[in-house]
C-alpha cells in the first residue's frame, strides 16, 4: 500500500530504500482492487506502472510482477476460458488446472516457467501411470493457456510449445458393416428405444445430439430432421447446450426407415403419457424416460450394451454407431463432402482423416474393375 499522502499512480521510495507505485485496478466484488509494484530503480517502477496503465486503458489483464502460474491460470480460467468455451470443456479445463498444473507448477513465477518445468511434469504424468491421451490433453490446457498469457504479454514467449507431449495411437474405429447393422435393427425391434438407436445409426448423431432433440425439430411430414442443440450433465443437472461446433447445427433429411421408426415411437411416447397420468412432465423431448424426462446418458448407454449383446455383436461404444453411419453412405458411394455435412464436421479433412480406410477400400475396387475392364478378366 502507498504511505499516507501518496497519490495513486505516484512514484514514491520506501524506507527500506525501494521504489514503489500504486495503481487502482477498479473494483471486483465490491471491493477496490489495488496493485503495487516494486522495483530497485525509480525507472523499472516506471515502466511497470506504464505498462499496466496501458493494459488498463485498452481492457487488457493487468500482470503482477511477482505473478505465479497458479494466480495466472485462475485468472485465464475466469476472464479468458469460462466465456469462450462450452461449460462442459470449462470443467475438463478446471479439473486439468487443478488436479495437475497448480499442484505440480502453480508455484512458480509465471515469467520464469521454464521449457524443461513443463517437460518434466509431462514425463512424471507419464510415470505416473497417466495414458498419454491424459498427459496430451494436460498439455493441450498448459499450452492454450500460456498461448493467452503471451497474447496478453505477460510472456515473452509460449513454453509449453517447446516440449514434445508423449505419442499416443490414435483409437481405433469400430464401426458395423452392413450386415452387422441390419442385425441390429432386427435385435432393437419393438424396443422402448429403437427410434434412439436407430437416429445414431441412420444419421450419425452424437449421443448428446439424439438426447437432445425435441419434437419441434423433428418434421416427419418433411422427412426432415434439424441438430442445435446437445444435452449434457453439468453439475450434477441435465443441460442444454450449444453443439460442438458452428457446423454441428444443420437439418438432416430422414431416410425412410427412420420416419417410419419416429412415428411408432411417437405413438408410443402418447401411450407411456397415459400411463403416467398427473406424474407426466412434458418436456418437449423425443426420447425420454417414462414419465416424459430426459434420458440420462449412462442409462442409455448400459441399454445399448444390452442390445449388442441381444444382436451377438461384439462390445462397441455408442459413439460407434456414429462411425457406422459414416463407414455404411461411404460404402454405398455418398461423398466425403456429404458425408461430412451430415455428421456435422467442420472440416471435410475431419472426416477424410477418421474415415479413410474406407475410401481407401473403394480406390482398390476402382483399380479391381478397371483392371477388368481392360482385360477382360473378373
Known amino acids: 500500500m502507498a504511505k499516507r499522502g501518496q497519490n495513486e499512480g505516484s512514484i514514491y521510495r520506501r524506507q527500506d530504500g525501494r521504489w514503489a507505485a500504486v495503481v487502482n485496478l477498479g473494483y471486483a466484488g465490491g471491493k477496490r482492487k489495488r496493485k503495487t509494484f516494486y522495483g530497485d530503480t525509480r525507472r523499472e517502477v516506471q ?15 493487468v500482470a503482477f510482477p511477482r505473478q505465479t502460474v497458479a494466480q495466472f491460470l485462475e485468472q485465464w480460467l475466469r476472464e479468458s476460458a469460462k466465456p469462450s468455451v462450452r461449460p462442459k ?3 475438463s479445463y478446471e479439473a ?6 497448480v499442484p505440480e507448477l502453480g508455484s512458480i513465477q509465471l515469467s520464469a516457467l521454464t ?3 513443463v517437460q518434466s511434469l509431462l514425463n512424471k504424468k507419464i510415470a505416473a501411470g497417466f495414458s498419454p491421451h491424459t498427459v496430451q490433453r494436460i498439455h493441450a490446457v498448459l499450452r492454450r493457456a500460456l498461448g ?3 497474447r496478453w504479454d505477460f510472456v515473452a514467449r509460449n513454453v509449453a510449445t517447446l516440449v514434445s507431449p508423449p505419442r499416443a495411437d490414435q483409437d481405433e474405429v469400430h464401426f458395423l458393416d452392413q450386415e452387422e447393422a441390419r442385425a441390429f435393427l432386427k435385435a432393437i425391434k419393438g424396443d422402448r428405444l429403437e427410434a434412439l438407436y436407430t437416429v445414431a445409426l441412420a444419421l450419425g448423431l452424437r449421443k448428446g445430439e ?6 419441434r425439430d423433428v418434421d416427419l411430414d418433411g422427412a426432415t430432421l434439424r441438430v442445435h442443440a446437445t444435452l449434457q450433465r453439468l453439475n450434477g443437472k441435465l443441460q442444454l447446450v450449444e453443439p460442438k461446433t458452428r457446423s454441428s447445427k444443420r437439418t438432416i433429411d430422414l431416410p425412410d426407415i427412420l420416419v417410419t421408426a419416429l412415428r411408432a415411437h411417437h405413438v408410443r411416447q402418447l401411450e407411456e403419457r397415459l400411463l403416467a397420468g398427473t406424474m407426466w412432465q412434458d418436456t418437449g423431448f423425443v426420447f425420454t424416460s417414462s414419465v416424459g424426462t430426459p434420458l440420462d446418458e449412462r442409462n442409455v448407454t448400459r441399454q445399448f450394451q444390452g442390445m449388442l449383446a441381444r444382436a451377438q455383436l461384439p462390445h462397441m461404444r455408442f459413439h460407434d454407431l456414429r462411425h457406422s453411419c459414416a463407414t455404411l453412405l461411404l460404402a454405398q458411394g455418398v461423398t466425403m463432402n ?13 472426416t477424410t482423416d477418421i474415415y479413410g480406410h474406407v ?6 475396387e476402382a483399380a479391381r474393375r478397371m483392371n477388368a475392364a481392360l482385360t477382360g478378366g473378373a
Open 47 to 61: 515502466q511497470q506502472l506504464t505498462k499496466a496503465l496501458r493494459d488498463q486503458q485498452q481492457g487488457l489483464p
Open 359 to 364: 475410401t481407401k477400400a473403394q480406390r482398390t
Open 338 to 350: 456429404m458425408v461430412a455435412e451430415i455428421l456435422g464436421h467442420s472440416r471435410v479433412s475431419t
Open 89 to 91: 470443456t470449462y470443467v
Open 115 to 117: 521449457a524443461p518445468q
Open 210 to 215: 439424439a438426447l437432445a432433440l425435441q419434437w
Open 96 to 101: 486439468i488446472v487443478r488436479l495437475h498444473l
Open 148 to 150: 493467452q498469457a503471451l
